[in-house]
């Protein structure tokens, strides 16, 4: 049985173009050497590469090279940017609140959860549409907040957040900003000096490139602090130690390089795509879509009647997601889709359905197939 992926949003294939350039980077015939090492050839070629790489994500997302640190992913970054700024600047400044929304991935509201007990965390809901609520950010935004961190791209329902508007309300009041983009990038426009962000996450397997590579942009220019998390060699302007990945980082960058050249096109694809699967849920009727002003590759629907699980066991070609975290036995509906006000049994009855570059016609022709014969046969034996 074929298989067709449709679950982007949780990962992506490495594109071709990208593992090549990795595998430059890894035998003794490539640039294997250590970018620190600054006695050899082997060392100041890694370090070239490393640079260009530097260079290459800058562009990307608008922000000067130097801003940029090179981490595992966007959950490191995360962590990076929310306990390194409080650290480094909550007993500085007296600033001791942090504002964020509960539609945020697990890496920022558990980040934000860990913080040290003065930390005066503020868990804003959002609207039922999946958007910040202007009055209650408002009214959270005191001057004693140090930050507020909201997602440009949210990962289950593909919500678009107004950055710059929480960026410009968290400015009157002096405070930061940071937004975890790892889902934005090749998805939409991104540039960190227009949206006025001091800190943002990064990941590069959301965007065909590999897994366990990422960055956080950190604004140098006004400076912002942010302490360092792990202790070492000193990389990375100090802010995290460890021998650069050559290899992960020259991937992370031509998949960078490939997004931005390639956004446009693949942004119109999507909406094609996003527009059949719509047409075909409002035909198969008792469908809702979660979320308004979304990115068009990720889809979240809630099938009025029918549980996520049995949808998806009645369409195995088929790889979808629920966006819920399996708790060992119990299946606890998205945190997400809760904050939005949908219901217990309609987390439950919620699929996701993200398409990416190498979506091709044919597996969306699979899927409404799927999608049509899973739910009208469900409803059947139902009824
Ligand atoms: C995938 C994802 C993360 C985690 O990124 P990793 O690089 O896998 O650590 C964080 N935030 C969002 C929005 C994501 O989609």
Same mark, same amino acid.
């Given at each position: 049985?074929?298989?067709?992926?449709?679950?982007?949003?949780?990962?992506? !294939?490495?594109? !071709?173009?990208?593992?090549?350039?990795?595998?430059?980077?890894?035998?003794?015939?490539?640039?294997? *050497?250590?970018?620190?090492? &600054? %006695?050899?050839?082997?060392?100041?070629?890694?370090?070239?590469?490393?640079?260009?790489?530097?260079? %290459?994500?800058?562009?990307?997302? *608008?922000?000067?090279? $130097?801003?940029?640190?090179?981490?595992?992913?966007?959950?490191?970054?995360?962590?990076?940017?929310?306990?390194?700024?409080?650290?480094a600047l909550a007993a500085e400044t007296g600033r001791t609140r942090v504002i964020t929304l509960a539609t945020e991935h697990k890496a920022v509201l558990d980040t934000c959860a860990h913080l040290p007990p003065e930390a005066d965390v503020v868990v804003l809901q959002p609207t039922s549409d999946g @958007?910040?609520?202007?009055?209650? /950010?408002?009214?959270a935004l005191t001057d004693n907040t140090l930050l507020v961190s909201v997602m440009l791209v949210n990962n289950e329902t593909g919500v678009v957040q107004d950055v710059a508007r929480i960026a410009a309300l968290a400015r009157s009041r002096g405070a930061l900003v940071h937004s975890d983009l790892a +889902?934005?990038? *090749?998805?939409?426009?991104?540039?960190?000096?227009?949206?006025? @962000?001091?800190?943002?996450? /990064?990941?590069?397997?959301?965007?065909?490139?590999?897994?366990?590579?990422?960055?956080?942009?950190?604004?140098? =220019?006004?400076?912002?602090?942010?302490?360092?998390?792990?202790?070492?060699?000193?990389?990375?302007?100090?802010?995290?130690?460890?021998?650069?990945? &050559?290899?992960?980082?020259?991937?992370?960058?031509?998949?960078?390089?490939?997004?931005?050249?390639?956004?446009? +096109?693949?942004?119109?694809?999507?909406?094609?795509?996003?527009?059949?699967?719509?047409?075909?849920?409002?035909? /198969?009727?008792?469908?809702?879509?979660?979320? $308004?002003?979304?990115?068009?590759?990720?889809?979240?629907?809630?099938?009025?009647?029918?549980?996520?699980?049995?949808?998806?066991? #009645?369409?195995?070609?088929? #790889?979808?997601?629920?966006? =819920?975290?399996?708790?060992?036995? %119990?299946?606890?509906?998205?945190?997400?889709? +809760?904050?939005?006000? @949908?219901?217990?049994?309609?987390?439950? =009855?919620?699929?996701?359905?993200?398409?990416?570059?190498? &979506? &091709?016609?044919?597996?969306?022709?699979? /899927?409404?197939?799927?999608?049509?014969?899973?739910?009208?046969? @469900?409803?059947?034996?139902?009824?």
């Amino acid at each position: 049985m074929k298989s067709w992926y449709f679950d982007h949003a949780s990962t992506t !294939p490495v594109d !071709p173009r990208v593992a090549a350039r990795m595998s430059e980077c890894l035998t003794m015939d490539g640039h294997f *050497g250590n970018p620190a090492s &600054t %006695t050899h050839g082997f060392g100041w070629l890694a370090s070239e590469d490393v640079e260009w790489a530097r260079e %290459t994500v800058a562009s990307t997302i *608008g922000a000067d090279p $130097r801003d940029v640190v090179f981490t595992s992913g966007a959950t490191e970054s995360n962590n990076l940017a929310i306990r390194g700024a409080f650290a480094a600047l909550a007993a500085e400044t007296g600033r001791t609140r942090v504002i964020t929304l509960a539609t945020e991935h697990k890496a920022v509201l558990d980040t934000c959860a860990h913080l040290p007990p003065e930390a005066d965390v503020v868990v804003l809901q959002p609207t039922s549409d999946g @958007l910040v609520d202007w009055d209650a /950010l408002s009214t959270a935004l005191t001057d004693n907040t140090l930050l507020v961190s909201v997602m440009l791209v949210n990962n289950e329902t593909g919500v678009v957040q107004d950055v710059a508007r929480i960026a410009a309300l968290a400015r009157s009041r002096g405070a930061l900003v940071h937004s975890d983009l790892a +889902q934005a990038i *090749g998805k939409c426009p991104v540039n960190v000096t227009t949206l006025d @962000l001091d800190l943002a996450s /990064l990941s590069a397997h959301k965007t065909y490139g590999p897994k366990g590579v990422g960055a956080l942009y950190v604004r140098r =220019s006004p400076e912002v602090q942010v302490a360092e998390q792990q202790h070492g060699g000193q990389h990375e302007r100090g802010m995290r130690s460890g021998t650069l990945p &050559t290899h992960q980082i020259v991937g992370m960058a031509e998949a960078y390089r490939l997004a931005s050249l390639e956004a446009e +096109q693949d942004a119109i694809r999507m909406a094609a795509y996003r527009q059949q699967v719509l047409e075909c849920c409002a035909e /198969l009727g008792g469908i809702k879509v979660n979320g $308004r002003h979304c990115v068009p590759h990720i889809v979240n629907v809630t099938v009025d009647g029918i549980d996520a699980e049995p949808l998806m066991a #009645a369409m195995p070609e088929i #790889a979808v997601s629920t966006g =819920s975290a399996c708790n060992s036995a %119990t299946l606890e509906p998205s945190h997400v889709l +809760q904050s939005m006000g @949908l219901s217990r049994q309609e987390g439950l =009855s919620s699929i996701r359905i993200s398409f990416g570059r190498m &979506t &091709t016609d044919e597996a969306i022709a699979s /899927l409404v197939a799927c999608l049509r014969r899973a739910v009208n046969g @469900l409803r059947e034996t139902r009824s």
